[in-house]
């Protein structure tokens, strides 16, 4: 029988974990920090989702990789594009599948941006400003780039396909306070368009909107409150589940291959370090 392993019990564990519950039944549970579970359980398991800080991804997932697991790894899947070709490589060896979760690629929103893109509806992109503002929750392992903009880095490359010609990363605090670098500034020249993130959080209120300028105007997605319009005009478009459901199902399902996606992403945010 398929057994189903969580490694990580925090925020956004108990999320996954209560949705893992509805979409694939009972989950075997183990977060040593919390003292929750027995790591060796977690052995039997064919399939474990790893939701533990981001330092720990490389040794954790290895491990896991290499005794034939699949792998569903929370985003970012380590910060360094070299270990996540290994990763690639030790899953490949061992017949086993490494997941990343994107989830942003699994958005109707995003979808439907990317099918615009794609088609030319709205001619030549020209431009893309990204806003992705927090009040918290802060992190200590990763920075606001890895943590947020992370995000809108997965989106940008999903929908384009394209590295960007030239890269630059503006890192600094808020928050004098912060344990890293709360907030980042990111400009990204691509061939035909130029990006322009902005990530925090520590912003004082939450701000996800993302402004794409094509040849006939201006596609505005606000994910604050799940809005898309076309120079002010909104736009209905087609809605699924969740994404994380539909993140959650790819990774069950097999069927999705990531690893250019994860590896572009890696190597834009790793850029200058």
């Known amino acids: 029988m398929s057994k189903t392993g969580l490694i990580g019990f925090g925020y956004w564990g108990k999320i996954l974990h209560s949705n893992l519950q509805k979409l694939v039944g009972d989950i075997i549970v183990y977060d040593p920090i919390q003292g929750i579970g027995i790591k060796d359980e977690l052995h039997s398991c064919d399939k474990l989702f790893v939701v533990t800080p981001t330092i720990t991804h490389f040794e954790i997932v290895k491990d896991l990789l290499s005794r034939g697991i699949d792998v569903f790894c929370e985003k970012p899947l380590t910060?360094?594009?070299?270990?996540?070709?290994?990763?690639?490589?030790?899953?490949?060896?061992?017949?086993?599948n490494l997941f990343v979760d994107w989830i942003f690629t699994f958005n109707d929103a995003v979808n439907f941006i990317k099918k615009q893109y794609e088609n030319r509806e709205y001619g030549g992109l020209r431009n893309v400003t990204m806003n992705r503002l927090n009040s918290g929750p802060e992190r200590k392992d990763v920075s606001a780039k890895w943590d947020l903009a992370s995000h809108d880095i997965s989106i940008l490359q999903y929908i384009c396909e394209e590295i960007p010609d030239k890269i630059n990363w503006n890192l600094y605090k808020r928050n004098e306070n912060s344990f890293?670098?709360?907030?980042?500034?990111?400009?990204?020249?691509?061939?035909?368009?130029?990006?322009i993130l902005y990530s925090s959080w520590e912003y004082g209120r939450k701000d996800r909107k993302c402004i794409f300028e094509f040849d006939a105007g201006f596609l505005v997605w606000d994910d604050t409150t799940g809005t898309l319009t076309f120079n002010g005009k909104k736009i209905n478009y087609p809605k699924t589940d969740s994404p994380l459901e539909n993140s959650i199902n790819t990774f069950v399902s097999g069927d999705y291959n990531q690893q250019d996606l994860t590896l572009d992403v890696t190597g834009i945010l790793e850029y200058g370090e």
């Open 79 to 96: 910060p360094h594009k070299k270990e996540c070709e290994v990763l690639y490589d030790i899953a490949k060896k061992n017949k086993c």
């Open 180 to 195: 890293v670098s709360d907030t980042c500034v990111g400009i990204l020249n691509y061939k035909k368009f130029d990006a």
